[in-house]
C-alpha cells in the first residue's frame, strides 16, 4: 500500500558500529504524504563484521512531507541467521501496519530495498512459526497505544525535551515555553508581541532552512554560499506546472549573510527579503561577482524572464572587494525593487546582452567605485528612484574630507592634499571623465528621480551612444552636506557622448584571435565576472584597435605594427570584458575597418569604443533636474582644465571629446569622428553661476543641434555673443541661471559646430570658425502694421543669409547669391553674387553701404571730393567728381595689372574724374609704379586736368592707362 519516494541524503555513522542511513518517503496509497511515528525494534544479533549487537528498538518521527531516515546496523550475513528488524508504521490517521528489514552494509538504502519476506531470502533452512512472530510483534506492539483509543496505566517519562515540531512535550519544555506568555485577561506584556518564526521549504523558500547544507547562518558567523545556492536549486526543481515558469520565492529573512563567490540565479526566479536594511549579503570573495542573474538554458517564456530582487542589501567589503554586486546577463524584463548596493571597490549594477525591459523601483547604490552600468542593447529600460550618494568612493575614511577614492586624482585610493604641487605649489586637480551611471548603446531609457552627489571624484551621468532617452527630476551636485575641504568638483553631471572608454593589449593578437589579456579591465563596459558569460551571453559591441603609435589620417608605417600603416585600424565586435583581466571577441575586422586583414596586432596596441552606429540618432532629454555640480578651488588647489579634449571642465558636457587616439577635433582626418552627431533637448532645468567659469557652463563638442526651454529671456545678440580664440559662448542667465554655452576652437582653426534654439526667446545660435551667429526672430522687432517691439533694439543681424545654385549631380555648386546683415559698417552686410574659383567663393557682384554698385568692375556711383585732398581710387570710384577751390587735388589710379576680387583682370576699367571748378587750383592724376597714362599722344606717370572738364582713363591690356 505504500509508494516511496527515494532519496540520496548521506549522513555519517555514529558510535563504533558501522552503520547504514536508511530513508524514504512515505505516501498513501491516494498519493498524498504520510506522517506519523516509525517504531523499529530488533533481536540481539553479531554482524557479519563480528561486531555484537544488543537487542533494543528505536523511535523515528515521518515528517509532514512523508520524509523518514534512520541509522541502523548492517544485518545482512548477521548471526543468528535469520536475524531481522520489525518496522511499526504509526501513522496520524490511525493506521497501524508492520514490516520486516534486512539492512545491507552500505552508506545509504532505501526503505524498498530493505523490506524483505518473513522468511528472509537469507534464511535457507530455518523458519518461523506463526507462535514467534506473534509474540515478537507484541512485545513490540504491545507497550503501545492505538492511536485510536487506549489507557496508560501510569505516567508517561521521556527522554527529554522535544527537538522536533511533531515530538511530544515533556512538563519542563511546557513550562518554558508558556513562561513568558500573556494570558486573554489580566496579565501586561514586558516587551513587544511577536509572531511565530518558522523556516519552511515551502511554500517559499527560506535559506535557512536546514536541508540547505544546514541552512544560511543570518548571524553572519559563517559562510551561507552553499546554503543560498542549495535553495535556489531547490526552488528550481519545485516547479509548480512543468512548463511553466511558476517557481516558488526564494525567502532571505533579516540577518547578515556572508558569501564567498558567485550566487547564480536564474532570471526566472525572485529573490526576496524584507527591506534594503533586513536581509544583507556580504560579499567576502575578493573578485568575484555577488550574484549573477543568467537565462535558463529552457529559454524564455514569450522572451521575458520576469524575475526579479526585492527588498535586500547586496553589499561589498570595501576596497578589497572588486566585482560586481548584482550583474544581469541577458535577461530581458528582469526587475529589482527596494534594493540597496553598498560598499564595493568594484561594480553596483551591471546590465549586458540584450537585458531590456528592465525596471529599478527605488534602488540605493552607495560607496560603490562604478555604481550603475547600462552596457549595451538596455532598450526600454526605466530607473524610478534611483539614489546614488558618494560614487567613485568606498566607505573607508582617509582623511576628515576623504574616502579611499578611484579618482584618476587618487593615488592607491587616497586623494591629493592641497599645495602638493611642484615645490608646494597648488594642487592641480584635473576632471575625471569616468561617469557614476554610464548608458551605452540603448534607446529609450529612462532615470526617473533620484540624486547624484558628491561628484568629487567621478562624473554622473554618461550618455555615450544613447537615443530618445530621459533624465528627470535628477538632483546632481559636487559637494558634500558636510564637511567641504577646499578641493573643487570639476565632473560634470550629465555627458552626452564624452570621453571614450579604451586600455591597451599585454600580448599579442593574432589575425585570428578570439580573446587577449588587456592591462586594464576596471573601466571597461560590457563587463563579465566570469568568462564563460561572456562568451555566452555576449554584447557584441564595437570598438576598435590602433597601433600604438596611431595618427588619424597618416599613411607613414607603423613602428609599432608591423604591416600597416599609422593611421589605420580594425573594427572588433565585442562579447565582453571579463574577470580574467582579458577581452573576448565575437567578430574581428568588422565592416570600416581599414587595416588589412589578419593584422597581428603587438603588445601595447589599444582598444578603444566606438559609438554605435556612429553616433547617437535620437534626443536625449534632460527635463526639471537641478545641475549644480561644479564648484571652484580654493586655497592650496587649482583645476587642470582644456575645454578642447578630454579634460574638459563643465556643469554639463555635449559631444565627443576628441582624445588624441580615435577620436579626432571636428574637421581632423579621421571620416569617422567627423561624422558624429549629439542631439540634447532642455526644459526646466536649474542650473546656477558664479564668479569660476565653469560652474553654469554647458561645454560643446563636434556637431550638435540643442535646444533650451527656459522661462526667462536672454540678452541681445550683441551682449550675448562673445568671440575669442578659445570659442564662443553664449549667455544662459536668463534662461537657465547659469552662466555660458561655450564651443572650443581647436588647434586646427576648427570651432565645434552646434545650433542652439532658445524657443522662449525665438532665438538661434549658431556657431562657426572662430565666432559664432545669433539670431532673432524678425517679427519680434516691427509688426505687419507698423509699430515695433523695444526688446529687441541693440540686437543687429550678424548672419549672412546664402541661395546656392544646388547642381543635379554631387558636385560644388558653382554661384551662390547672398543677402548680407548689419552692422553698416561691419564685414557681413550687402548684397553679392559669389562664383566659386575652384578653392573659394569670390564676389562677381555686390552693393555695399558706400555705394559702389560693381558687376566685374564695370559699374558704380559716384564719388564727390570737395576738399584738398589725396585719393586713391579703388573699384567703388567708377566717377570721381573733384571740386578743387579749396586746394589741389591728387588722385592715384589702381593697380591695372591686378586683378579683381573674382580673380579677373582690370582690363578695360574705367575711371572718370571731373573737375567742377574754374579755381586754378590743379586736379593731377597719377599712375603706380612704372606705369603711365597716356593723353593727347603723350605718355607720362600723371596727367594734370587744370582747367573744368573731364577725363576718363581706361585700363589697357598692356597695364598702363588711356585717358581721352
Given at each position: ?8 541524503c ?55 512531507d ?86 496508560m496505566?501510569?505516567?508517561?517519562v521521556l ?18 515555553a ?6 486573554k485577561g ?16 515551502l511554500?517559499?523558500?527560506d ?69 534594503r ?9 575578493a ?84 555604481p550603475?552600468?547600462?552596457?549595451s542593447?538596455?532598450?526600454?529600460s ?69 540624486s ?18 530621459d ?11 558636510y564637511p ?21 593589449l599585454?600580448a ?5 584571435g ?6 586594464d579591465?576596471?573601466?571597461?563596459p ?7 558569460d ?12 590602433l ?32 574577470g ?14 581599414t ?49 578642447t ?22 574637421g581632423?582626418?579621421?571620416?569617422v ?10 526644459d ?6 558664479g ?23 536672454i ?89 546656392f545654385?544646388?547642381p ?7 554661384m551662390?547669391f ?7 559698417n ?13 578653392s ?23 564719388t ?9 581710387l ?13 586746394g ?42 612704372t ?15 587744370g ?18
Amino acid at each position: 500500500m505504500w509508494a516511496l519516494l527515494l532519496a540520496g541524503c548521506w549522513l555519517a555513522a555514529a558510535g563504533q558500529v558501522a552503520t547504514t542511513t536508511v530513508q524514504g518517503t512515505v505516501y498513501r496509497a491516494d498519493g498524498t504524504a504520510a506522517s506519523g511515528t516509525l517504531l523499529v525494534s530488533w533481536p540481539q544479533f553479531t554482524t557479519a563484521a563480528n561486531q555484537a549487537v544488543a537487542a533494543g528498538s528505536t523511535t523515528v518521527a515521518i515528517g509532514q512531507d512523508g520524509f523518514v531516515s534512520l541509522q541502523l546496523a548492517a544485518n545482512t550475513g548477521a548471526s543468528p541467521a535469520g536475524s531481522y528488524y520489525t518496522a511499526v508504521y504509526h501513522l496520524k490517521d490511525g493506521t497501524v501496519s508492520r514490516e520486516y528489514w534486512v539492512v545491507p552494509a552500505a552508506g545509504t538504502a532505501s526503505i524498498a530495498s530493505v523490506r524483505a519476506r518473513l522468511e528472509p531470502a537469507t534464511v535457507a533452512v530455518q523458519s518461523a512459526t506463526k507462535q514467534y512472530v506473534d509474540t515478537a510483534v507484541s512485545s513490540i506492539t504491545g507497550n503501545y497505544l492505538q492511536v485510536s483509543g487506549g489507557t496508560m496505566g501510569g505516567p508517561l517519562v521521556l527522554g527529554g525535551d522535544p527537538t522536533a515540531a511533531n515530538q511530544a512535550a515533556t512538563k519542563h519544555y511546557i513550562d518554558g515555553a508558556i513562561a513568558g506568555t500573556v494570558q486573554k485577561g489580566g496579565d501586561t506584556m514586558s516587551g513587544p508581541l511577536k509572531t511565530p518564526d518558522a523556516v519552511n521549504k515551502l511554500p517559499r523558500v527560506d535559506v535557512r532552512h536546514t536541508d540547505f547544507a544546514g541552512g544560511a547562518d543570518p548571524t553572519g558567523q559563517k559562510d551561507s554560499t552553499a546554503a543560498f545556492q542549495a535553495a535556489i536549486a531547490y526552488a528550481i526543481s519545485a516547479q509548480q506546472a512543468s512548463g511553466t515558469l511558476s517557481y516558488p520565492v526564494v525567502y532571505c529573512a533579516p540577518g547578515r549573510y556572508l558569501i564567498n563567490g558567485t550566487l547564480r540565479l536564474p532570471d526566472t526566479l525572485h529573490l526576496i527579503g524584507d527591506g534594503r536594511n533586513a536581509c544583507r549579503l556580504v560579499e567576502t570573495n575578493a573578485t568575484a561577482n555577488l550574484i549573477t542573474v543568467y537565462p535558463p538554458s529552457s529559454g524564455l517564456l514569450g522572451g521575458s524572464s520576469l524575475g526579479s530582487i526585492e527588498g535586500l542589501s547586496l553589499e561589498g567589503s570595501g576596497h578589497t572587494t572588486t566585482g560586481t554586486l548584482l550583474e544581469v546577463d541577458d535577461s530581458p524584463q528582469f526587475s529589482v525593487s527596494n534594493l540597496k548596493l553598498y560598499n564595493n571597490g568594484g561594480r553596483g549594477l551591471v546590465l549586458n546582452g540584450s537585458s531590456e525591459r528592465f525596471s529599478s523601483v527605488n534602488l540605493n547604490v552607495e560607496f560603490i567605485r562604478w555604481p550603475i552600468t547600462l552596457s549595451s542593447d538596455e532598450n526600454e529600460s526605466y530607473f524610478f528612484n534611483t539614489q546614488v550618494p558618494y560614487p567613485g568612493q568606498v566607505n573607508e575614511p582617509q582623511t576628515a574630507y576623504t574616502s579611499y577614492c578611484y579618482s584618476i586624482n587618487c593615488v592607491n585610493g587616497v586623494f591629493p592634499a592641497a599645495n602638493a604641487g611642484p615645490g608646494g605649489a597648488a594642487t592641480p586637480i584635473t576632471p575625471d571623465p569616468h561617469p557614476a551611471i554610464y548608458v551605452g548603446d540603448a534607446v529609450n531609457v529612462r532615470f526617473i528621480g533620484g540624486s547624484l552627489k558628491p561628484l568629487k571624484y567621478v562624473g554622473g551621468f554618461q550618455l555615450f551612444s544613447t537615443s530618445v532617452s530621459d533624465i528627470s527630476s535628477f538632483y546632481c551636485e559636487g559637494y558634500p552636506v558636510y564637511p567641504y575641504d577646499n578641493s573643487p568638483r570639476l565632473n560634470a553631471c550629465v555627458t552626452v557622448g564624452g570621453a571614450a572608454r579604451h586600455t591597451t593589449l599585454t600580448a599579442a593578437l593574432s589575425g585570428s584571435g578570439s580573446s587577449v589579456p588587456l592591462s586594464d579591465v576596471s573601466w571597461m563596459p560590457e563587463y563579465y565576472g566570469d568568462p564563460t558569460d561572456a562568451t555566452a551571453f555576449g554584447s557584441n559591441t564595437e570598438y576598435v584597435i590602433l597601433p600604438a603609435d596611431y595618427l588619424s589620417g597618416s599613411t607613414a608605417a607603423s613602428t609599432a605594427a608591423p604591416g600597416i600603416q599609422r593611421g589605420q585600424y580594425e573594427i572588433v565586435s565585442v562579447s565582453g570584458f571579463a574577470g580574467d583581466g582579458k577581452v573576448y571577441f565575437s567578430g574581428r575586422n568588422q565592416s570600416g575597418s581599414t587595416a588589412p586583414a589578419n593584422t597581428q596586432w603587438p603588445a601595447g596596441s589599444v582598444i578603444e569604443q566606438i559609438p554605435g552606429p556612429y553616433g547617437a540618432y535620437g534626443t536625449v532629454t534632460l527635463d526639471e533636474d537641478h545641475i549644480n555640480a561644479i564648484q571652484p578651488p580654493s586655497t592650496g588647489y587649482t583645476d587642470n582644465c582644456d575645454q578642447t579634449g578630454t579634460k574638459t571642465c563643465a556643469e554639463l558636457i555635449f559631444g565627443f571629446e576628441p582624445d588624441g587616439l580615435f577620436y579626432d577635433p571636428l574637421g581632423g582626418a579621421n571620416p569617422v569622428t567627423n561624422q558624429l552627431n549629439t542631439f540634447v533637448n532642455m526644459d526646466g532645468d536649474e542650473m546656477f553661476s558664479g564668479s569660476y567659469a565653469h560652474m553654469g557652463e554647458i561645454a560643446l563638442h563636434g556637431f550638435g543641434s540643442y535646444v533650451i526651454k527656459g522661462n526667462g529671456k536672454i540678452g541681445n545678440g550683441e551682449t550675448a555673443e562673445v568671440t575669442a580664440s578659445s570659442g564662443t559662448a553664449l549667455n544662459l542667465g536668463n534662461i537657465t541661471g547659469g552662466s555660458h554655452m561655450t564651443a572650443p576652437t581647436y588647434a586646427n582653426g576648427v570651432t565645434a559646430q552646434a545650433s542652439v534654439r532658445i524657443p522662449s526667446a525665438n532665438a538661434t545660435w549658431i556657431t562657426k570658425n572662430g565666432g559664432a551667429s545669433f539670431y532673432r526672430g524678425e517679427s519680434l522687432l516691427y509688426s505687419q502694421g507698423g509699430g515695433y517691439n523695444n526688446v529687441l533694439y541693440g540686437s543687429q543681424f550678424a548672419n549672412q543669409y546664402c541661395w546656392f545654385d544646388v547642381p543635379s549631380t554631387g558636385t560644388q555648386p558653382g554661384m551662390r547669391f547672398c543677402l548680407n546683415g548689419g552692422p553698416k559698417n561691419g564685414s557681413n552686410q550687402g548684397l553679392e553674387y559669389d562664383q566659386w574659383n575652384g578653392s573659394k567663393w569670390v564676389s562677381a557682384f555686390n552693393v555695399i553701404d558706400q555705394g559702389t554698385v560693381k558687376i566685374n568692375g564695370g559699374l558704380a556711383t559716384s564719388t564727390v571730393l570737395n576738399t584738398a585732398a589725396s585719393l586713391t581710387l579703388g573699384d567703388s570710384n567708377k566717377t570721381v567728381l573733384a571740386n578743387a577751390s579749396s586746394g589741389a587735388q591728387t588722385l592715384t589710379l589702381t593697380d591695372c595689372s591686378g586683378t579683381f576680387s573674382d580673380g579677373g583682370a582690370r582690363t578695360g576699367q574705367e575711371f572718370t574724374v571731373v573737375k567742377t571748378d574754374g579755381s586754378a587750383n590743379a586736379v593731377t592724376v597719377k599712375a603706380v609704379g612704372t606705369q603711365t597714362i597716356s593723353y593727347g599722344g603723350t605718355a607720362a606717370a600723371s596727367m594734370t586736368i587744370g582747367s573744368p572738364g573731364a577725363r576718363t582713363m581706361v585700363c589697357g591690356p598692356d597695364h598702363n592707362w588711356y585717358a581721352y
